[in-house]
């Protein structure tokens, strides 16, 4: 690892599960040293690394671009499922804001090409995801994919969890049925790392492979547990 490089991210989706997660393993890292919640409603978080903004519309975030300088990483974990939605409303909100998000802050750090940075954008989407799937969403998170991994930042990854085991303690936005279902993840585990990750392998890998790459831009779940296992 380089020990040289703090990671100073920009985290969204702080009010799930996922998000959560990945914020609470950010503040006890000794690889973070600076933390950015964008969100629409309060997350809670009150710590040191942590700064938080809150803001309603991320279609346009021109009026808080100037606090992304100085970052170098953004996770971006919020997202919404494709249930009661059409293509155009979902593609808004699982292409649109992320892209939103990357572009100010493209403009903002003055990102030209891949060569002239060391930024890492991080996006979650699902195991399922693929561009000739016959799912929409599937379609959609796959476009995402896409424009992110083609964009200015130097390292660009599509983590594809599928079973994400809340194991980081304290978690207040813990899907409930995890609650009944929990039983099932270590039978899963023993057949598959691919198909079932925990929360904590999750956010390990995320800092890990903004701070040594990876040698793909899609993350599956093995990729995952080997990331988090760096040290």
């Given at each position: 690892m380089d020990n040289n490089k703090k990671i100073r991210a920009i985290i969204t989706g702080a009010s799930g599960m996922i998000g959560e997660g990945v914020v609470q393993n950010a503040i006890e890292s000794d690889e973070v040293e600076k933390i950015l919640i964008v969100g629409r409603r309060e997350s809670g978080f009150k710590n040191e690394k942590v700064k938080e903004i809150l803001h309603n519309d991320f279609l346009d975030l021109t009026n808080i671009q100037n606090e992304f300088i100085g970052y170098n990483s953004v996770y971006f974990c919020a997202g919404v499922s494709s249930v009661g939605l059409n293509r155009e409303t979902y593609e808004k909100l699982t292409v649109d804001m992320p892209m939103e998000m990357l572009k100010k802050f493209e403009i903002v750090n003055n990102m030209k090409s891949k060569d002239d940075n060391d930024c890492t954008f991080i996006y979650i989407t699902s195991a399922l995801t693929n561009s000739d799937s016959?799912?929409?969403w599937s379609q959609v998170k796959a476009k995402a994919e896409n424009q992110i991994i083609s964009s200015n930042f130097n390292k660009t990854f599509a983590f594809r969890p599928a079973w994400?085991?809340?194991?980081?303690?304290?978690?207040?936005?813990?899907?409930?049925?995890?609650?009944?279902?929990?039983?099932?993840y270590p039978i899963?585990?023993?057949?598959?790392?691919?198909?079932?990750?925990?929360?904590?392998?999750?956010?390990?890998?995320?800092?890990?492979?903004?701070?040594n790459g990876y040698n793909s831009n899609i993350i599956h779940g093995s990729d995952m547990v080997k990331l988090s296992l760096i040290k």
């Amino acid at each position: 690892m380089d020990n040289n490089k703090k990671i100073r991210a920009i985290i969204t989706g702080a009010s799930g599960m996922i998000g959560e997660g990945v914020v609470q393993n950010a503040i006890e890292s000794d690889e973070v040293e600076k933390i950015l919640i964008v969100g629409r409603r309060e997350s809670g978080f009150k710590n040191e690394k942590v700064k938080e903004i809150l803001h309603n519309d991320f279609l346009d975030l021109t009026n808080i671009q100037n606090e992304f300088i100085g970052y170098n990483s953004v996770y971006f974990c919020a997202g919404v499922s494709s249930v009661g939605l059409n293509r155009e409303t979902y593609e808004k909100l699982t292409v649109d804001m992320p892209m939103e998000m990357l572009k100010k802050f493209e403009i903002v750090n003055n990102m030209k090409s891949k060569d002239d940075n060391d930024c890492t954008f991080i996006y979650i989407t699902s195991a399922l995801t693929n561009s000739d799937s016959w799912l929409m969403w599937s379609q959609v998170k796959a476009k995402a994919e896409n424009q992110i991994i083609s964009s200015n930042f130097n390292k660009t990854f599509a983590f594809r969890p599928a079973w994400i085991q809340p194991n980081i303690p304290g978690l207040k936005n813990a899907y409930k049925t995890y609650k009944y279902i929990s039983w099932m993840y270590p039978i899963g585990r023993s057949i598959t790392q691919n198909g079932f990750v925990t929360l904590r392998e999750l956010s390990r890998a995320m800092i890990h492979a903004s701070i040594n790459g990876y040698n793909s831009n899609i993350i599956h779940g093995s990729d995952m547990v080997k990331l988090s296992l760096i040290k």
